[in-house]
């Protein structure tokens, strides 16, 4: 497997991936402290990485260990959504995980 560039591979997977994708794709360590570095990429959370145009929700979200849910998940997948509340946007954390 070749050297991947983080930014792009990010963008393939939706903006916003795991470590393991990462890896799993050829992103190497080195290109993802480099992407960081240089504001290609932002880190919201330890083995998080998102595009710096990803979802502030999501990453909101993502920075305390959880993910967008409701509403908020159904309107960034592309679902019609009737009425979107402007806020509190919802999110789900994992029981026993620390924020």
Request: include cysteine.
């Amino acid at each position: 497997m070749g050297f991947a560039r983080a930014d792009v591979v990010l963008q393939d997977l939706g903006r916003m991936a795991r470590t393991a994708e990462l890896k799993r794709k050829g992103v190497t360590e080195a290109e993802r402290t480099r992407a960081v570095r240089a504001g290609d990429i932002i880190r919201p959370r330890q083995g998080v990485y998102a595009l710096r145009d990803a979802p502030v929700d999501a990453v909101h979200a993502a920075a305390h260990g959880g993910t967008i849910g409701c509403s908020a998940a159904g309107v960034l997948h592309g679902l019609w959504i009737l009425d979107v509340p402007p806020e509190p946007t919802y999110g789900w954390v994992a029981q026993g995980r620390r924020a």
